[in-house]
């Protein structure tokens, strides 16, 4: 018998953008939606307000980061996502 009460894995997730950029909007809605039906918390970071993730990321934002690992970029997949973080 299983609790179905039992805690859902807890991750952090952090998407990397920057201004004016479409495909950052778009990842954006993915990311939210994702999060919210999962009730994650999640963070989103301009490349531009740290050199390092600007050199590392610059040609392919947006990012989404789990427990600060890349796992996705450009074209954000709510499947992937999804089953990224239930895992």
Same mark, same amino acid.
């Given at each position: 018998?299983?609790?179905?009460?039992?805690? #859902? *894995?807890?991750?952090?997730? =952090?998407?990397?953008? @920057?201004? &004016?950029?479409?495909?950052?909007?778009?990842?954006?809605?993915?990311?939210?939606?994702?999060? &919210?039906?999962?009730?994650?918390? +999640? !963070? $989103? @970071?301009?490349?531009?307000?740290?050199?390092?993730? $600007?050199? #590392? /990321?610059?040609? $392919?934002? *947006?990012? =989404?980061?789990?427990?600060? =690992? !890349? #796992?996705? /970029? +450009?074209?954000?997949?709510?499947?992937?996502? #999804?089953?990224?973080?239930?895992?």
């Amino acid at each position: 018998m299983t609790d179905s009460a039992a805690p #859902r *894995p807890s991750h952090e997730l =952090v998407l990397l953008t @920057k201004p &004016d950029c479409h495909l950052c909007e778009a990842a954006r809605e993915t990311v939210s939606a994702v999060a &919210d039906d999962l009730g994650l918390e +999640w !963070q $989103e @970071k301009s490349i531009l307000e740290d050199p390092e993730l $600007e050199r #590392r /990321f610059a040609e $392919e934002i *947006p990012v =989404v980061m789990i427990d600060g =690992v !890349q #796992r996705d /970029f +450009w074209r954000i997949d709510p499947e992937r996502l #999804r089953r990224l973080l239930t895992s």
